[in-house]
Each structure stands twice: as structure tokens, then as C-alpha cells.
């Protein structure tokens, strides 16, 4: 611990130059203290200050509300600033997943080997297959301002079918790898071009249900770069077979680089926007962007 | 650097309780519901089994969810606990970096390398932590080994591990929450599912440290915690009460 400049082994050894210097520890720092400041900060005296502290915030919390709004102290602007900041970390997150996207980088696809199984994940109650037979999907915000109404049928002869084994993981934590077909986002927005300002498209499904099987539409905006992926589908088959009611059918979401959640189960509606529109689960304090 | 340490105490204190919360959704770690009970969650079981068997614990209405309810922010809170471990997760990274800096322009980190001697001290250290409470109840003298270094052999082994844990806790955090973007981290841990159960076993890897850390600080005495603080340590016979 006494390191001192007239001991010579001491000397000797801090002089050593090279890379081994980089390792070497050195002699601990001799400092001259006030012994004022050593007495102020003994054990008994620091025990004292916490106790005065404790007792200021004790008898602090006992002044009615309106005082310590008046002093500045109010837990609602408290909660107010926690929220702010904890939307902060979740735009901050957002803007890194936002800047790691990158419309080349391809998505991994796998093997059929290395398929697992998918749970049927509706939120709420799985809705009644009837509204199949009569679905249509409705778009808007074209550049040709009016909106279209395709069905199943048009949509499978006008576009090319492409396929991938991808992995769908969900916000909870799990993960299942499935084979999807169906046709390109990127191609319908090419064939049905949105209006020039468009950044973004709201993806609706009205035939969502809650879990008391209510009518619930689930909404969903999602970035027309990622739309424009390649690897982002609107498909219609599921592990080589026409969709079934529990993964979305007749038409869904397939962005392997978002989280399940905006992968939106039985699309009725693609509405173009200039400002981000409203999102579901972004509504209930989760990301926006939910860019993996 | 000092302040760097201490920020972790919050820090790791939202880490885990949000992250508890977020391990409460993901199926990964669960098994085959149980025939009698229909539970799927090992923690789940762990409340019942402490609801049943600590005297005390009896009548808690809904064992499933102690351990949730003691150790996370709570059952199905998955929105609010990701952004809690989002914002203590940047701000662990940013003090993580300041303490990396710090240590290399301060040369703190030399303290922390390991030697060739470790092994030979880090067992006399072991030998004098074994035999302090036998060397209590004989009334015999029991010297603390001497060292030239800052640390002892024990002290480095943890605290040069420890930055390490917290590196992979953080680099298995990114795997899980970019799996496709950074596909590449997610096949260096193994699997999207294998990232996950190490990222959870990392935080368990703190507790061996931080429990004898703390009991040792509290047993070293008042003049090491305030070394922790003030960054200096007394030796004028005044401040020995």
C-alpha cells in the first residue's frame, strides 16, 4: 500500500516499458484526507443523515396533496414523466429495429424438414368460417382515388404465386417455422399503386373477435418498406393448403421480420396512408414497429 | 466507475423483475400440463409447492402466482414489463460502456486480470472462509491472507466474470429480440428457443455472485462500503470505531 518514490524495487518496477506494463497493477494512490471529512462520513454519521432523510420523506408524504402539488412534488406528474420516459425507450428501440431493417437483407427460410407445429393464437374467439363465402378484400387510398374490391378468386389469377418456409415469432416468446404461399404484397402495390404520399398501410380485419366473441376489428399499420419486401406475403396457403379459419383464411399477413402480432389473420381491408395510422396492441402500450 | 456499480443496483432490479414477467408468457420453459393440477408453468408449480409446504403460507389465494407476484411485476402484465426491460436494458448497455471506458482510461481493469498465482490464493482464500466459523467457536486467531494485489485471488475470479455475464446476458438479449435482422447471433447461442434459456440462466448466474458479494461487503465492515462510494479507504486510527 506505501508506495513511495525513494523505494528502489518500487521504481523499478513502474518503469518497465512494453506490454507488460499494460497488465501490471499499480501501487495504490496515497491520499491526504481532512480528518473532518473522515469524521463526517463514520458510519454513525451517515446512519444519522439516512434517519433525518427518512424522516423528512415520512413526515413529507403526510402533507395533503395539494401542498406537495404546490411544491412540486406531485406523484401524478411523477407517473406522467415515467410513462414519457418509458415511451421514449420503446421509440428509441423502435427507431434501432426501424434502422437494422433493410429491404434486401433476406429473411432465413427453411426446410420442409424443419417445419413445427402452429397454434391457432386468435386473441380472443376463433370467428365463425361464414364469413368466408362471402369475403372480399377492399382497398383504398389509390392513387387512382377510388377503392377496389377484389375476391379471392381475381387476386389468385392476377398474381404469381410464391412460397416460403419461414419463421413466425410471437411477442410471448414462441416461434413456429411454416410453409407459406401466396401472392407478393410488393406486387399488388405495383398493380394497385397507393397514393404518392403513402408511407404506411392500415391492415383490417373486421371479423377479429374478443375473447367473450364480440366483434372486435383488429387493426395494424405496417411501414410500405417492409410491405414492399419481397418475402412480405398476402397469402393463401398454409403448409401446402388452402388457409383454414383458425390461421386466417381466406387471405392473411405474412412479414417474417415483424412479430406475429402484425401478421393479421383474415385481412378485409388495405387502406393507404400518409401519417402512421392507429395500431391494435401498439394501443395497448406494446411497439409500433415490432421490427425483429 | 463508482457510480457506473451503483446504478446497476436499480438497473438489474428492473432487468429482472420485468424479465420475470416476460418469462411468465413464453412457453419455452414450460412443460406437459400436469394431469391433477392442469399447471404447464415450473414456476407456477414452485408457488404451490411453497403455498403447501411453508407454514404461513397456507391460505394464499392464488398460489400459481406467488412466485409473480414476489418476484416480477406481476401475472399477464407482458406490454409493460417489455418496456421496462427495454428502458433498464439501454440504460444497462450505456452504464456497461461507461464502465468499459472507465476501466480502460483509468487502468482499473488491471486490477481485475487474472495471474498465474489465482489458483494457489484463491484456495488459502477458500481455506480461511471455511474455517472462520470454527476459528469463532475455538476463540483462535484466524488471519485474513495477505496479498500485495487490490483483490484477492476470489475477489477477481468474480469480478472479472461478472463484466463477462453481463456482455452475454446483453448479446443473448439482442438475439432474442432481433432474430431475424441479426439471424447470425441467433445460430451462434443455438437456436432462437436455446438464446432464450441461456439469456435466463445468465440472470441466474448472478445470484452465486451477488449473494456472497453483498454478505461480504456488509461483513468487511463500514470502511469498505464507503470505499465503494467515496472511492477512498481509511487507515487513520480515528475512523477504525
Known amino acids: 500500500m506505501k508506495a513511495t518514490d525513494d523505494d528502489p524495487a518500487q521504481a523499478q518496477r513502474t518503469d518497465v516499458p512494453g506490454v507488460a506494463s499494460l497488465f501490471r497493477e499499480r501501487p495504490l494512490e ?6 473532518r471529512l473522515v469524521r463526517r462520513s463514520s458510519r454513525r454519521a451517515v446512519l444519522l443523515y439516512g434517519a433525518g432523510a427518512a424522516s423528512l420523506v415520512g413526515a413529507g408524504s403526510l402533507l395533503p396533496p395539494a401542498t406537495l402539488g404546490g411544491l412540486g412534488l406531485s406523484t401524478n406528474a411523477d407517473r406522467t414523466r ?18 437494422l431493417y433493410s429491404r434486401d437483407r433476406m429473411v432465413p427460410t427453411y426446410d420442409k424438414a ?14 365463425d368460417p361464414s364469413y368466408i363465402a362471402e369475403w372480399s378484400l377492399l382497398l383504398d387510398g389509390l392513387v387512382s382515388g377510388v377503392s377496389l374490391s377484389l375476391n379471392i378468386q381475381s387476386l389468385l389469377a392476377r398474381f404469381a404465386v410464391h412460397e416460403q418456409i419461414t419463421r413466425l415469432v410471437c411477442v410471448e416468446g414462441w416461434s413456429a417455422i411454416a410453409w407459406w404461399s401466396g401472392l407478393r404484397f410488393g406486387d399488388l402495390l405495383s398493380a394497385y399503386p397507393p397514393v404518392s404520399q403513402a408511407k404506411w398501410a392500415r391492415i383490417e380485419s373486421s371479423v377479429n373477435l374478443d375473447s367473450a366473441g364480440n366483434r372486435d376489428p383488429y387493426f395494424m399499420s405496417l411501414d410500405l418498406a417492409t410491405a414492399g419486401h419481397q418475402q412480405t406475403l398476402l397469402a393463401t396457403h398454409f403448409n401446402g393448403r388452402p388457409l383454414t379459419v383458425e390461421h386466417g383464411a381466406p387471405l392473411r399477413l405474412v412479414a417474417p421480420m ?17 401519417e402512421e395510422p392507429a395500431d391494435y396492441w401498439a394501443n395497448r402500450g406494446y411497439s409500433r414497429y415490432d421490427g425483429i | 466507475m463508482r457510480l457506473s456499480h451503483w446504478l446497476n443496483v436499480p438497473l438489474l432490479i428492473g432487468l429482472v423483475l420485468s424479465g420475470m414477467s416476460i418469462y411468465w408468457a413464453a412457453p419455452v420453459f414450460q412443460h406437459q400440463a400436469d394431469p391433477r393440477t392442469g399447471l404447464f408453468d415450473p414456476l407456477a408449480d414452485v408457488g404451490v409447492w411453497l403455498c403447501a409446504h411453508v407454514p404461513g403460507m397456507h391460505g394464499y389465494a392464488s398460489p400459481p402466482d406467488w412466485v409473480y407476484n414476489h418476484l416480477s411485476l406481476g401475472p399477464g402484465l407482458l406490454g409493460p414489463a417489455l418496456r421496462i426491460h427495454w428502458l433498464c436494458a439501454y440504460l444497462f448497455m450505456l452504464n456497461g460502456l461507461v464502465y468499459a471506458v472507465g476501466s480502460v482510461a483509468g487502468g482499473g481493469y488491471r486490477s481485475l486480470l487474472p495471474r498465474t498465482t ?6 488459502s482464500m477458500l481455506r480461511f472462509y471455511v474455517g472462520i466459523p ?7 486467531p484466524w488471519p485474513h491472507p495477505q496479498f500485495d494485489t487490490k483483490y484477492n485471488a476470489l475477489q477477481r475470479a468474480a469480478y472479472f466474470s461478472v463484466p463477462l455475464i453481463a456482455f452475454l446476458s446483453v448479446v443473448t438479449g439482442w438475439a432474442l429480440h432481433k432474430p431475424v435482422q441479426l439471424h447470425w447471433l441467433v ?8 438464446a432464450r434459456i441461456l439469456h ?7 445470484a452465486p455472485f451477488l449473494i456472497p458479494h453483498l454478505v461480504l461487503v456488509l461483513a468487511a465492515g463500514w470502511d469498505t462500503l464507503r470505499s465503494m462510494i467515496v472511492g477512498w479507504s481509511a487507515e487513520t486510527p480515528e475512523a477504525k470505531e
Open chain 1, 30 to 35: 496515497q491520499l491526504e484526507l481532512p480528518s
Open chain 1, 82 to 99: 415515467r410513462e414519457w420516459l418509458l415511451n421514449q425507450a420503446l421509440r428509441l428501440d423502435d427507431d434501432i429495429a426501424e434502422a
Open chain 1, 114 to 127: 424443419q417445419i413445427t407445429p402452429l397454434k391457432n393464437n386468435y386473441n380472443g374467439a376463433t370467428p
Open chain 1, 258 to 274: 415483424k412479430l406475429g402480432l402484425k401478421n393479421v389473420k383474415a385481412i378485409t381491408r388495405i387502406s393507404y396512408t400518409a
Open chain 2, 118 to 123: 489465482d489458483i494457489r490464493d484463491a484456495l
Open chain 2, 134 to 140: 470454527f476459528a469463532k467457536l475455538t476463540r483462535r
Open chain 2, 187 to 194: 445460430a451462434l447461442f443455438g437456436g432462437y428457443d436455446t
Open chain 2, 200 to 206: 435466463f440462466s445468465l440472470m441466474c448466474a448472478y
